[in-house]
């Protein structure tokens, strides 16, 4: 059985936090822990536990099928899904500009 690779966990985490603008500090008040404690997780110092998974998840707005989706075999389902859910969120205009943009990167 091959383990659970933190590295990358923590990698995803911290570039969906950057590119979404948060601080570490705000994340770790949405999980109820250290900023110190993100900042190890982010940098794999400590392994996450399911609890902060799921906390740090929902302050990024992000599931956690998106975050492990290197340890599942079929990688591209949990990346269709988080896909769709963010797509859910957009107004139909903008949904209208990212069909456009499939197909011109196609």
Known sequence: MKDIDFKIIGKKLKETRISKGLTQEYIANMADVNTSHISNIENNRVK??????????NALDITVD?????????????????????LQLCPVKTKE?????IQILQ
């Open 48 to 57: 996450i536990s399911l609890p902060t998974l799921i906390h740090v998840c």
């Open 66 to 86: 998106y975050v492990l989706s290197t340890e599942y075999n079929d990688t591209l389902s949990a990346i269709d899904r988080e896909i769709l859910c963010q």
């Open 97 to 101: 500009q990212i069909l456009k943009i």
